[in-house]
């Protein structure tokens, strides 16, 4: 830890500005989407995990994100440890097993999986030459690599994150190139998986995605929380309806207006130009990470950083299409602006890393 | 060199490619995004701005049908029957004193009333109603209908709700339904039942409250600015509960329930091949509609204060002491054990020195040498002290349980009793002094600390009739969805295969049949005429007499100082189809209060049904658990 010139002068004061903007944004989104429902709590403790989550981003930089290559397994091993450490001990709420508490504090080891699983994947990665796809065989570990935490996440139920991370994973691989037998292969195993997937699912899981596909044939559960987001965000119109009033999720209508379908709120409140801002920041932010990764001298880095990019673009697509009614209703957090502590630190903390690589992009290890 | 530059130069810009590519999916995906949202707030804005002025799409359940119970023929027990309620939307902003002044000629209700209660009344969370008043009459309903366009903010909810045919009959059974309280919606035990909401509280609507209960279902509809439904956009059908159909047999219950008329007590049959509850009574029994149409605190008052306790299913809940017919373990025991057979005489002269104590038999002057049939026909005591003896307290204790006693028999219903039965090892831990000696010949006559209930006496009677084995006791024939698809069919359950000789279990019988149908049998008042009953008397002191001179005649005795009467039997005795257990709280003598009731039941029974049809081999060889056409 050591302080270098050089890493105040290559500062990314652009994806710090970002970053401010898009907490900023979600406060005030959070502050609206709480103030009738369960009050101020929620409001709050959502900014303390925001400036935990800011002072942690802040102390990462201080290391050298290479020291990450080291330690990459060991955080590997550490992820999978806790994942199955919330199965076996977590508490059940709400009928799944997500959290690990410590008193007042619970954290979802599944979120921070993501951000490992990401790091792991670069370090399998970074000695190889661009040019060079992966092979079968290469093919096959990372199937292994990816699909213990799949499973266990899977299991908890949180069907949501469990895709995600094999979404993120997918695309660092696409990236890096496949050739087209193993890709067939992954094509074929996948197919062929789904049904059993399709077993290890919870009745009201497969509910939602025949929901999706048929809406009017849950109008009690999914289909009805899919209506009201749809009639939330449509009613926001143009400009929206202003700051606190929005109708659908301050009268109850809308169920989980805090997490899954805090995008509605604010689609409601300030309409079609609010969720552009929105969507456009996310955007500049994926299309900063996308510099960055391209920017920076070693693969480690620029792999990481694509993974973060990812991560962040699955969790936007997912999430903003769940809540148009594109998607079925998945439970991905939107970053920052859906209430949870441990996806807000998480999404801090991936944040951090690109900002960490960008910091250090003419810097040799 | 040149080439690696080359190389890299190519790897690079093949890399830019990559980056440009990915940046080109990321804007086109979040382009699609906007789109869609554009589709959403602009193009389909002001339908959805419409739509969510005024709150105006709603989520109304329907209740489903609660699943149907039925007797073992398929007669109907339990059903439903429509209720209207009248509940008022809150979500609406409306003038209630313009509502209530109009409802409340309708209802009979002052305006005040329900002014009141549409402030502090319970909600109704999900749907943010408040009910005004429950199972209104047709007219009320009527004038509510027709008046619509006036009553805003008005809705009819139509509730199902529980229609007992046969009220008094099998209620211990059956159970009621009651309102769900806080305890048991934290439990977790109850997933989908919102508070509110009625569930089983005791009997099979209780242990079967998941198959019962079915599936909501719902309507979205949409409403206009003053809330009346305008339509329903979607819908979905509730499902009704499944049907139960018990083993009970209505017209053997209805004789059952006759019988203790007047009387505190229990009376079991079960079918001893199969484990089958044909009936199980308890009496003083209740009206399980006056749950239904909602309970007054008077009424309440007066079940709960009532002192011979109508709630208590006295079949599993009651725990008395055997006495006598705890000799029937004991002669099979005895037997086991090679401490008599059927051949050896003991002396019983009426009076037995059992260390500084004496020990006198119901006859005074004794039975003479006695042999075990006419020791079990004619309920000797001094015989069976003699074999208590022989035996020990723990070894009578492992017989006993092997029987199925001092422990619950797993019937599905709520708080059935263990029963007790005394070891040495428990008595040093309850009392904290050692087993007496003496105390086991009381034990051996059914009295001491033992304590059994009806259900457990007539299972054993059973284990005696089919030769051999302790079945679990079946309240549930089968249940079918509510298309009339069985779904789960019962089958019957050996708990345990006792381990004596055919041939003693045939000595043990024989000496039942002769306690019924021999000159000196102490159930004679159990015969039937063509038939041949096979049975056990048994007379429980309630309070201590020293000398038996002393004992007055019943009408005498104050009714909380007279013994309890039992009787088992099972009939008929070459084929046994019914196993029957009777207490009769404070009847007296076991042989002139309970024997009479089997005789009459056992009569009306036979008239009436023909036998199992169960296949019985000329040397008892019995396969149990064939399905019979009762």
Same mark, same amino acid.
């Given at each position: 830890?050591?302080?270098?010139?050089?890493?105040?002068?290559?500062?990314?004061?652009? &994806? #710090?500005? @970002? =970053?401010? !903007?898009?907490?900023?944004?979600? +406060?005030?989104?959070?502050?609206?989407? *709480? $103030?009738?429902?369960?009050?101020?709590?929620?409001?709050?403790?959502?900014?303390?995990?925001?400036?935990?989550?800011?002072?942690?981003?802040?102390?990462?930089?201080?290391?050298?994100?290479?020291?990450?290559?080291?330690?990459?397994?060991?955080?590997?091993?550490?992820?999978?440890?806790?994942?199955?450490?919330?199965?076996?001990?977590?508490?059940?709420?709400?009928?799944?097993?997500?959290?690990?508490?410590?008193?007042?504090?619970?954290?979802?080891?599944?979120?921070?999986?993501?951000?490992?699983?990401?790091?792991?994947?670069?370090?399998?990665?970074?000695?190889?030459?661009?040019?060079?796809?992966?092979?079968?065989?290469?093919?096959?570990? &990372? #199937?292994? @690599? =990816?699909? !213990?935490?799949?499973?266990?996440? +899977?299991?908890?139920?949180?069907?949501? *994150? $469990?895709?995600?991370?094999?979404?993120?994973?997918?695309?660092?691989?696409?990236?890096?190139?496949?050739?087209?037998?193993?890709?067939?292969?992954?094509?074929?195993?996948?197919?062929?998986?789904?049904?059993?997937?399709?077993?290890?699912?919870?009745?009201?899981?497969?509910?939602?995605?025949?929901?999706?596909?048929?809406?009017?044939?849950?109008?009690?559960?999914?289909?009805?929380?899919?209506?009201?987001?749809?009639?939330?965000?449509?009613?926001?119109?143009?400009?929206?309806?202003?700051?606190?009033?929005?109708?659908?999720?301050?009268?109850?209508?809308?169920?989980?207006?805090?997490?899954?379908?805090?995008?509605?709120?604010?689609?409601?409140?300030?309409?079609? =130009?609010?969720?552009?801002?929105?969507?456009? +920041?996310?955007?500049?932010?994926?299309?900063?990470?996308?510099?960055?990764?391209?920017?920076?001298?070693?693969?480690?880095?620029?792999?990481?950083?694509?993974?973060?990019?990812?991560?962040?673009?699955?969790?936007?697509?997912?999430?903003?299409?769940?809540?148009?009614?594109?998607?079925?209703?998945?439970?991905?957090?939107?970053?920052?602006?859906?209430?949870?502590?441990?996806?807000?630190?998480?999404?801090?903390?991936?944040?951090?890393?690109?900002?960490?690589?960008?910091?250090?992009?003419?810097?040799?290890? | 060199?040149?080439?690696?530059?080359?190389?890299?130069?190519?790897?690079?810009?093949?890399?830019?490619?990559?980056?440009?590519?990915?940046?080109?999916?990321?804007?086109?995906?979040?382009?699609?995004?906007?789109?869609?949202?554009?589709?959403?707030?602009?193009?389909?804005?002001?339908?959805?701005?419409?739509?969510?002025?005024?709150?105006?799409?709603?989520?109304?359940?329907?209740?489903?049908?609660?699943?149907?119970?039925?007797?073992?023929?398929?007669?109907?027990?339990?059903?439903?029957?429509?209720?209207?309620?009248?509940?008022?939307?809150?979500?609406?902003?409306?003038?209630?004193?313009?509502?209530?002044?109009?409802?409340?000629?309708?209802?009979?209700?002052?305006?005040?009333?329900?002014?009141?209660?549409?402030?502090?009344?319970?909600?109704?969370?999900?749907?943010?109603?408040?009910?005004?008043?429950?199972?209104?009459?047709?007219?009320?309903?009527?004038?509510?209908?027709?008046?619509?366009?006036?009553?805003?903010?008005?809705?009819?909810?139509?509730?199902?709700?529980?229609?007992?045919?046969?009220?008094?009959?099998?209620?211990?059974?059956?159970?009621?339904?009651?309102?769900?309280?806080?305890?048991?919606?934290?439990?977790?035990?109850?997933?989908?039942?919102?508070?509110?909401?009625?569930?089983?509280?005791?009997?099979?609507?209780?242990?079967?409250?998941?198959?019962?209960?079915?599936?909501?279902?719902?309507?979205?509809?949409?409403?206009?600015?003053?809330?009346?439904?305008?339509?329903?956009?979607?819908?979905?059908?509730?499902?009704?509960?499944?049907?139960?159909?018990?083993?009970?047999?209505?017209?053997?219950?209805?004789?059952?329930?006759?019988?203790?008329?007047?009387?505190?007590?229990?009376?079991?049959?079960?079918?001893?091949?199969?484990?089958?509850?044909?009936?199980?009574?308890?009496?003083?029994?209740?009206?399980?509609?006056?749950?239904?149409?909602?309970?007054?605190?008077?009424?309440?008052?007066?079940?709960?204060?009532?002192?011979?306790?109508?709630?208590?299913?006295?079949?599993?809940?009651?725990?008395?002491?055997?006495?006598?017919?705890?000799?029937?373990?004991?002669?099979?025991?005895?037997?086991?054990?090679?401490?008599?057979?059927?051949?050896?005489?003991?002396?019983?002269?009426?009076?037995?020195?059992?260390?500084?104590?004496?020990?006198?038999?119901?006859?005074?002057?004794?039975?003479?040498?006695?042999?075990?049939?006419?020791?079990?026909?004619?309920?000797?005591?001094?015989?069976?002290?003699?074999?208590?003896?022989?035996?020990?307290?723990?070894?009578?204790?492992?017989?006993?349980?092997?029987?199925?006693?001092?422990?619950?028999?797993?019937?599905?219903?709520?708080?059935?009793?263990?029963?007790?039965?005394?070891?040495?090892?428990?008595?040093?831990?309850?009392?904290?002094?050692?087993?007496?000696?003496?105390?086991?010949?009381?034990?051996?006559?059914?009295?001491?600390?033992?304590?059994?209930?009806?259900?457990?006496?007539?299972?054993?009677?059973?284990?005696?009739?089919?030769?051999?084995?302790?079945?679990?006791?079946?309240?549930?024939?089968?249940?079918?969805?509510?298309?009339?698809?069985?779904?789960?069919?019962?089958?019957?359950?050996?708990?345990?295969?006792?381990?004596?000789?055919?041939?003693?279990?045939?000595?043990?019988?024989?000496?039942?049949?002769?306690?019924?149908?021999?000159?000196?049998?102490?159930?004679?008042?159990?015969?039937?005429?063509?038939?041949?009953?096979?049975?056990?008397?048994?007379?429980?002191?309630?309070?201590?007499?020293?000398?038996?001179?002393?004992?007055?005649?019943?009408?005498?005795?104050?009714?909380?100082?007279?013994?309890?009467?039992?009787?088992?039997?099972?009939?008929?005795?070459?084929?046994?189809?019914?196993?029957?257990?009777?207490?009769?709280?404070?009847?007296?003598?076991?042989?002139?209060?309970?024997?009479?009731?089997?005789?009459?039941?056992?009569?009306?029974?036979?008239?009436?049904?023909?036998?199992?049809?169960?296949?019985?081999?000329?040397?008892?060889?019995?396969?149990?658990?064939?399905?019979?056409?009762?």
């Amino acid at each position: 830890m050591w302080f270098d010139r050089r890493l105040i002068k290559n500062f990314d004061w652009i &994806l #710090l500005a @970002l =970053i401010i !903007a898009i907490i900023g944004v979600a +406060l005030v989104n959070l502050y609206s989407a *709480t $103030s009738s429902f369960e009050g101020r709590g929620v409001f709050y403790r959502q900014a303390l995990w925001v400036c935990i989550g800011f002072g942690l981003l802040i102390i990462s930089l201080f290391f050298n994100y290479h020291k990450l290559e080291k330690y990459a397994f060991l955080l590997y091993g550490a992820a999978v440890a806790l994942l199955l450490l919330v199965l076996l001990l977590g508490p059940t709420i709400s009928g799944s097993r997500r959290w690990i508490t410590l008193g007042q504090i619970s954290f979802q080891p599944s979120e921070v999986t993501k951000l490992i699983l990401i790091i792991v994947l670069a370090r399998v990665f970074f000695r190889r030459p661009w040019s060079e796809p992966v092979n079968l065989w290469e093919l096959l570990v &990372l #199937l292994i @690599l =990816i699909g !213990a935490p799949f499973l266990l996440i +899977l299991k908890e139920p949180d069907l949501g *994150t $469990s895709l995600l991370i094999t979404f993120i994973a997918a695309s660092m691989i696409l990236f890096v190139g496949i050739r087209w037998r193993p890709l067939a292969f992954m094509t074929g195993a996948l197919l062929f998986f789904t049904p059993l997937v399709w077993n290890f699912l919870k009745e009201y899981q497969k509910q939602r995605i025949t929901t999706f596909l048929h809406p009017d044939r849950d109008p009690l559960g999914a289909g009805y929380h899919i209506l009201q987001s749809k009639i939330a965000v449509g009613s926001g119109q143009f400009a929206g309806k202003g700051f606190m009033a929005s109708t659908q999720s301050h009268l109850h209508f809308l169920p989980e207006h805090h997490t899954d379908f805090a995008f509605s709120v604010l689609a409601e409140e300030w309409g079609f =130009i609010g969720s552009l801002i929105v969507l456009l +920041l996310f955007l500049a932010i994926m299309v900063w990470g996308l510099l960055i990764a391209r920017s920076s001298r070693d693969k480690f880095g620029s792999m990481v950083a694509i993974g973060v990019v990812s991560m962040f673009f699955w969790q936007v697509c997912i999430n903003i299409g769940m809540v148009t009614g594109l998607l079925p209703v998945v439970g991905v957090p939107l970053p920052f602006i859906s209430y949870g502590g441990s996806s807000v630190i998480s999404n801090m903390l991936a944040l951090g890393l690109l900002m960490n690589i960008s910091m250090r992009r003419f810097m040799f290890s | 060199m040149e080439r690696l530059i080359y190389a890299a130069k190519e790897e690079i810009s093949n890399l830019d490619l990559r980056f440009l590519l990915a940046a080109l999916i990321i804007v086109l995906v979040i382009g699609s995004l906007l789109v869609r949202l554009w589709f959403l707030q602009i193009y389909h804005g002001t339908y959805y701005a419409d739509l969510s002025l005024n709150n105006r799409v709603k989520l109304r359940y329907i209740s489903p049908l609660r699943g149907k119970i039925y007797d073992r023929q398929g007669t109907l027990l339990v059903s439903n029957r429509p209720s209207f309620d009248v509940c008022v939307d809150l979500d609406e902003r409306i003038d209630w004193t313009k509502v209530s002044g109009k409802l409340s000629p309708i209802l009979g209700m002052t305006e005040d009333e329900l002014l009141a209660r549409i402030d502090t009344g319970e909600r109704d969370q999900l749907q943010n109603t408040v009910r005004l008043k429950s199972d209104i009459s047709w007219l009320e309903l009527s004038q509510i209908e027709t008046n619509r366009y006036d009553l805003p903010g008005v809705i009819i909810q139509v509730e199902p709700k529980r229609d007992y045919i046969y009220p008094g009959l099998a209620s211990h059974i059956v159970g009621f339904l009651g309102e769900i309280n806080k305890n048991e919606l934290m439990s977790g035990d109850y997933k989908n039942v919102q508070s509110g909401e009625y569930i089983g509280k005791s009997g099979v609507e209780k242990t079967l409250g998941d198959y019962l209960r079915g599936s909501k279902g719902g309507r979205q509809v949409e409403v206009d600015a003053s809330g009346r439904e305008v339509r329903t956009i979607a819908r979905q059908n509730p499902i009704a509960g499944d049907d139960i159909y018990l083993t009970l047999d209505l017209s053997l219950q209805e004789k059952l329930q006759e019988e203790l008329e007047g009387q505190v007590g229990a009376i079991v049959a079960i079918r001893p091949s199969t484990g089958e509850i044909l009936a199980m009574a308890s009496s003083p029994t209740f009206d399980q509609n006056t749950f239904v149409r909602g309970m007054t605190p008077e009424s309440w008052k007066e079940i709960t204060s009532n002192p011979y306790k109508p709630l208590q299913n006295k079949a599993i809940q009651g725990q008395y002491p055997p006495g006598s017919v705890f000799k029937v373990i004991m002669a099979l025991a005895g037997l086991q054990e090679n401490v008599i057979t059927e051949q050896t005489p003991l002396k019983c002269t009426g009076q037995h020195r059992f260390g500084n104590r004496v020990y006198h038999c119901w006859k005074k002057w004794g039975h003479g040498a006695i042999k075990l049939e006419d020791a079990l026909a004619q309920s000797c005591d001094i015989y069976f002290y003699q074999v208590g003896q022989m035996l020990g307290v723990d070894k009578i204790a492992e017989y006993a349980r092997m029987f199925g006693l001092s422990q619950p028999t797993a019937i599905l219903l709520d708080h059935e009793m263990p029963g007790l039965i005394p070891t040495s090892a428990w008595k040093l831990k309850r009392f904290n002094v050692p087993w007496q000696k003496g105390e086991t010949l009381s034990l051996a006559i059914g009295q001491s600390f033992t304590l059994v209930t009806p259900l457990q006496v007539a299972r054993f009677m059973a284990a005696v009739a089919n030769n051999g084995y302790v079945m679990k006791p079946r309240l549930v024939r089968k249940i079918t969805d509510n298309e009339g698809r069985t779904i789960r069919l019962m089958e019957p359950e050996i708990v345990t295969t006792l381990p004596f000789s055919k041939t003693h279990l045939s000595a043990v019988r024989k000496a039942l049949k002769e306690a019924v149908n021999g000159e000196r049998g102490t159930g004679k008042k159990a015969q039937v005429k063509g038939l041949t009953v096979a049975g056990k008397t048994g007379t429980v002191q309630v309070v201590a007499i020293k000398d038996a001179m002393n004992r007055r005649k019943l009408e005498d005795m104050p009714y909380e100082h007279r013994d309890h009467a039992w009787f088992t039997c099972f009939a008929p005795y070459e084929d046994p189809d019914i196993a029957l257990a009777i207490i009769i709280e404070h009847g007296g003598h076991g042989g002139s209060t309970a024997a009479p009731v089997a005789q009459r039941i056992f009569k009306s029974y036979f008239e009436h049904h023909e036998t199992s049809g169960e296949v019985l081999t000329r040397d008892w060889k019995r396969e149990p658990g064939k399905k019979n056409n009762g």
